[in-house]
């Protein structure tokens, strides 16, 4: 198995290797005014949960644009992904929030030698979630 996996997508050093996992968790508590005291504040649950990958691609080493493609692909669904790690433990059901691809280094044709990139997921309920499935032309991407 790969570093990472989002749906049947494995991160691996064959397609987006990512060198920084970044994961944050928030909790709501909203707070209610009071006369002459501090605001009276009500812990309502957790709040949202996000992941972010960021890496460098080097195309002639490892994966390159059409693995991004396939994450634009699963992002255009809307559908939720499960995350699991390199250990097989799940992480949760996420949702695709953003993706950011910069190149540079180009070769005389204008190809990136060097793209960096960054995922955003957002973590949903797993009861709740629409999982998504790769279609018949995003599988050929693979």
Known sequence: MGMLALGQFVFSLHTLPHQELQRQ???????????????????L?????????????????????KDLDLLRAMGDQGKAWPLVDGEGTVLGVFVIDGLSETRSVF?????????????????????????????PAMRSLI
Not at 25 to 43: E, K, V
Not at 48 to 62: A, F, K, Y
């Open 25 to 43: 968790y928030g909790w709501r508590h909203p707070s209610t005014s009071r006369i002459g005291l501090r605001p009276a504040r009500q812990f």
């Open 45 to 65: 649950g957790p709040d949202d949960e996000s992941v972010n990958l960021s890496g460098v691609l080097l195309p002639e080493i490892t994966g390159g644009p």
């Open 107 to 135: 070769f005389s044709d204008g190809t990136a030698r060097r793209i960096e990139f960054n995922l955003s997921l957002k973590r949903v309920d797993d009861e709740r979630a629409a999982l998504g499935q790769l279609t």
